[in-house]
């Protein structure tokens, strides 16, 4: 594994990755623009401030995003917290390196 970016990049590199994330974003997901999303993220967030994937196998790391468990564009519920879980960007893009999408 590399060693972990200093705090300094870590925020930078979000910045970076929230303004492609943004742009790149498809219409269909206008949903993660909406503001009851964003309340209830950072609702998520600031209950599970930690990320879960990692947690479940014994390492701290601070989440820096909401994942949906079921994609919404697979049916899943965007607003159930039972279909939420806090991950940090390792986890997700893993995550979703496995299952093809590319949304949270
Ligand atoms: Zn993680
Ligand atoms: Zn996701």
Redesign the pocket.
């Known amino acids: 594994m590399p060693r972990k970016p200093g705090e300094q990049y870590a925020t930078k590199r979000r910045k970076d990755k929230e303004r492609w994330y943004n742009k790149s974003r498809p219409a269909r997901h206008a949903f993660y623009a909406t503001s009851e999303w964003r309340r209830l993220r950072d609702w998520y967030r600031g209950r599970h401030p930690l990320c879960e994937e990692c947690q479940r196998q014994g390492r701290v790391t601070a989440a820096e995003l909401v ?2 468990k079921v ?1 919404i564009s697979e049916g899943g519920s965007p607003l159930d917290i039972d279909n939420l879980e806090s991950l940090c960007w390792g986890c ?1 893009s893993r ?2 390196r496995v299952g093809g ?1 590319q ?2």
């Open positions: 994942h949906h994609e997700h995550l979703h999408g949304n949270s």
